[in-house]
């Protein structure tokens, strides 16, 4: 029940700051690496992971969206804060502004 709160909470804080910052048209800074072999220098939009788990590094200034479809469809499973990693069994893709 903890967990859940805290995603939640961290979901609640990433849709805030996205419409708070609706100007913000610029790209996260910073690297986002998912495994196994993708580094994005300053993502943004949607990155779809090319093995299962989704391993992912979130060394950004932004939040990045996990979701369990491809092409950023389907439920968010994960919000991952700037500095934090995720290994995800049914993450397909990531979403970073």
């Known amino acids: 029940m903890r967990r859940l709160a805290t995603v939640l909470g961290t979901l609640a ?38 093995i299962f788990p989704l391993i992912l590094r979130n060394e950004t200034n932004d939040y990045a969206l996990v979701y369990d479809g491809s092409n950023c469809t389907g439920q968010v499973i994960v919000v991952v804060p700037p500095g934090g990693s995720t290994t995800q069994k049914f993450g397909q893709s990531v979403y970073i502004a």
């Open 13 to 50: 804080t990433a849709a805030t700051m996205a419409l708070a910052l609706p100007d913000a048209a610029s790209a996260a800074t910073g690297t986002l690496f998912i495994a196994p072999n993708q580094s994005i220098e300053n993502p943004s939009g949607c990155y779809n992971a090319q």
